[in-house]
């Protein structure tokens, strides 16, 4: 496990999922979307982007342990939304984590 995360907080369309595409593509890590249609999304802009991406899965098929990736790493896209749907509409107030934040700024 790695002792940072690195936390992209954006408002909505604010480039997100692109910067999670670039990452994706420069260091080959899969993208776990919440489900098959954001999946679907990620794919078709990875493709517009020109950008090539191990095949994202869903949040689904990533706690079941359903994915192959060659040495690769993970970004969770929207996991907000991943939060509040497994919430069924309750409010997440926090998350905690032992990593330390990095930031690149």
Not at 7 to 22: L, M, P
Not at 50 to 75: A, M, V
Request: hydrophobic share 35%; with cysteine.
């Amino acid at each position: 496990m790695t002792d940072k995360i690195t936390i992209v907080v954006k408002g909505r369309q604010k480039g997100k999922t692109t910067e999670a595409i670039s990452l994706a593509s420069k260091h080959w890590l899969c993208i776990v979307t919440s489900d098959r249609r954001e999946q679907l999304r990620v794919v078709e802009k990875a493709r517009t982007m020109g950008k090539d991406i191990p095949h994202p899965i869903t949040w689904e098929n990533f706690i079941r342990g359903r994915f192959s990736i060659g040495g690769g790493g993970f970004i969770i896209d929207d996991l907000d939304f991943i939060l509040d749907y497994h919430a069924k509409g309750r409010p997440v107030f926090a998350t905690m984590t032992q990593l330390e934040v990095k930031n690149d700024k």
